[in-house]
Structure formats: structure tokens, C-alpha cells
Nanobody
């Protein structure tokens, strides 16, 4: 399973960098997506990175990247807004192209990391 970290409390306009760490097998064979679940809302896809590092971003403020040597995928979040508040999850899929942003097509969900954007 994947393990997220890096969440916390940040002021509007600030930045955070989330990490998603898994096993070597997971990162060798699967694409990784980041999702956000805001209070009372459905889980929504933010970004996905393929096995080869090709990124699909739904928000220009966020940048996904992967470091195969560390079996880690990162989500750099800039210019954060209050509506970015939520629990952020990473999960694995066979293909971003075929499956992102449908969360039902992802597996190995982590426990999530809380991001709160507030002054």
C-alpha cells in the first residue's frame, strides 16, 4: 500500500509538497494518481503520473513528479486556496490515460494526509 505524508495547515497563497511512498514493485509497474476529498464532497482526481513520468494535471497550480529511485511520487501545490482543503490520497493504476480521474479504477489507497488552507 501507499503512504502519504506532507500535509498540514497552510495560509492561503502558501505552498505544500506532498509525498506518496510505496514499494519498488508498485512504482515499477503502476501509474500513480493524487486525489482530494473535501468535506461532504466526492473524491476528485488532481493529477496522475505514468510509469515513464508523463504527467496529467487538472490544476495548473499543482505539479506531480516521481522519483523511481526513492519509490516516491510528489505533489507540489502552490498558490493554495481555502477550497483546496481536504484529505489528499494517492493510489495506483495501470494507466493514467485509460483510468484517470476515475477513483474506482485505482487501488492500493493510502490513509491520506490532511491539508488545511486557512488564515
Amino acid at each position: 500500500y501507499l503512504v502519504e505524508s506532507g500535509g498540514g495547515l497552510v495560509q492561503p497563497g502558501g505552498s505544500l509538497k506532498l509525498s506518496c511512498k510505496g514499494s519498488e514493485d508498485t512504482f515499477e509497474y503502476y501509474a500513480i494518481g493524487w486525489f482530494r476529498q473535501a468535506p461532504g464532497k466526492e473524491r476528485e482526481g488532481i493529477s496522475c503520473v505514468s510509469i515513464r513520468g508523463s504527467a496529467t494535471n487538472y490544476d495548473g497550480r499543482f505539479t506531480i513528479s516521481r522519483d523511481a529511485a526513492k519509490s516516491t511520487v510528489y505533489l507540489q501545490m502552490n498558490s493554495l486556496k481555502s477550497e483546496d482543503t481536504g484529505i489528499y490520497y494517492c493510489a495506483a493504476t495501470s494507466s493514467c490515460w485509460n483510468h484517470f480521474p476515475n477513483p474506482d479504477s485505482f487501488r492500493s489507497w493510502g490513509q491520506g494526509t490532511q491539508v488545511t488552507v486557512s488564515s
